[in-house]
């Protein structure tokens, strides 16, 4: 397994409100508009599980297999090209302010490892970076 991690962000809501967001999948509907149409299709979800199309990976679906309340949330691939694990630290920096990262563990080919480095780190910090965009307070 090969690990990556996102720089650590910072988000301006409470551990709380932050951990009670991300730890319902439905919630994906508020970032629904911010995704790339032409890149990520077909997107559903419930309470714990996520699927899309993702172009040109094909389906990743992602389930959430564990909750540490106000303080992780671990997902794992139950339909994707390689298995993964993802990790949501949140950590509370204040009353009205936390920091997030992300850690992706991915079990990658030895020969593909250098192909999907660079698109698997990048797109790990675009997900970071999206969850610092949620309106976490509304």
Known sequence: MKR????????????????????DLNNVARLQD???????????????????????VGTISLSIIDREPEKCIKLTTTQ???????????????????KIKLTLEADV???IAKMVEKPLKEGLEKIADALTIIPYNS
């Open 109 to 111: 080919n030895p020969f």
């Open 80 to 98: 994707s090209p390689m298995a993964m694990t993802l990790w949501i630290q949140i950590v509370s920096t204040g009353d009205n302010s936390c």
């Open 4 to 23: 990556y991690e996102s720089g650590v962000k910072m988000i301006a809501a409470s551990q709380s409100a932050v951990y009670s967001m991300l730890s």
């Open 34 to 56: 911010n995704l790339p149409a032409d890149k990520v299709q077909d997107l559903r979800f419930d309470a714990d599980n996520v699927s899309c199309s993702v172009s040109p």
